[in-house]
């Protein structure tokens, strides 16, 4: 029985600079911080934190590059068979922080009701779907360092274990003063932004006329670089000519197999991005597969020091694996 084929049909982004995926590849503009109301529009955004307003952002863009929602609207004919799943560690921790402090000063009748279920953990992929219409499965995923690559996994399973036809994936992270007190990572070395794909099954995309531009192929998970690396170096398909690092690894460090392969570090663009790295670096993937670019491109999250090395492999749309 053949393995359900799923690629990738849309990408948005709510990051300063960027235009199109190629622009992941370099420093961003010099553009100030992305606002949302002038994207999306101030409707539905009153009370919402800024990593659902900027992820609410990103998404709209990746639905309607992925023709799921009009390009003067926001209603999705699909929604009924459209997952979502959400990538972000530190997205409402400012939130969370001010709640508690508020109950500790002023106890429970301090807390405005408006503001609370920004506290939830879900409020980014729940706001999602409300927002859109997608009615099918509905995660947050808040992993650590493999966090948004976990996503783009989980979005995965669902599309074939017929959960879902197709899955939005957004990872987004904030910098202010709460993460950069609990981090270490002051506002000009972290991510304040969003990026979000649409992964689709291939027979899904085709009967919509959306051809993928780039599909999912191998995923391991491991306890360090080298086993994840080596697994999916091991696996069938074309061989990665390229790869997307995990945070923070040393560019000069021998990794077995990919000797001579080009690494691509997306922090040193983004900054600190945590659980929206992955999501990020699968968009920056397609700039790499376009054109001249090599077949398949390699992408890691987290290092040895982690619980876990998750890693993924995409290619270029047709490629046999």
């Given at each position: 029985m053949s393995i359900l084929r799923v690629g990738i049909t849309g990408i948005g982004s709510a990051l300063p600079g960027v235009a199109v995926p190629a622009d992941l590849l370099r420093a961003t503009a010099d553009?100030?911080?992305v606002v949302p109301a002038d994207r999306i529009g101030r409707k539905g955004l009153r009370y919402k934190d800024r990593a659902t307003q900027l992820a609410?952002?990103?998404?709209?863009d990746a639905l309607r590059d992925s023709r799921l929602v009009p390009a003067d609207g926001e209603g999705c004919a699909w929604g009924a068979s459209t997952a979502v799943v959400a990538s972000s560690n530190l997205g409402n921790l400012d939130t969370v922080c001010r709640t508690a402090a508020e109950i500790a000063t002023d106890s429970v009748e301090g807390i405005s009701p408006m503001g609370l279920p920004n506290a939830s953990s879900n409020v980014v992929a729940s706001s999602i779907a409300i927002r859109f219409g997608l009615r099918g499965p509905n995660l947050m995923v808040c992993n650590g360092a493999t966090s948004g690559l976990d996503a783009l996994g989980w979005a995965v399973r669902l599309i074939r274990a017929g959960r879902a036809e197709r899955a939005v994936v957004v990872g987004?992270?904030?910098?202010?003063?709460?993460?950069?007190?609990l981090t270490g990572h002051p506002a000009t070395t972290a991510l304040d932004g969003a990026v979000a794909l649409v992964l689709e099954g291939v027979p899904a995309a085709h009967r919509r006329g959306v051809p993928p531009v780039a599909e999912v192929g191998d995923q391991a998970r491991r306890g360090s670089v080298d086993a994840c690396v080596a697994a999916l170096l091991g696996a069938a398909g074309p061989v990665p000519g390229a790869w997307l690092t995990s945070e923070g690894l040393d560019p000069d460090r021998p990794v077995p197999g990919t000797e001579g392969m080009p690494r691509h570090?997306?922090?040193?663009?983004?900054?600190?991005?945590?659980?929206a790295l992955g999501v990020a670096q699968g968009a920056a993937a397609v700039g790499l597969l376009a054109g001249d670019g090599p077949g398949a491109v390699l992408l890691t999250n987290g290092d040895d020091g982690c619980d876990a090395v998750a890693?993924?492999?995409l290619r270029r749309a047709g490629e046999a694996g």
């Open positions: 553009g100030g911080p609410l952002v990103a998404v709209r987004v992270e904030t910098h202010n003063e709460v993460t950069e007190a570090a997306l922090d040193a663009v983004l900054g600190h991005a945590s659980g890693g993924l492999v």
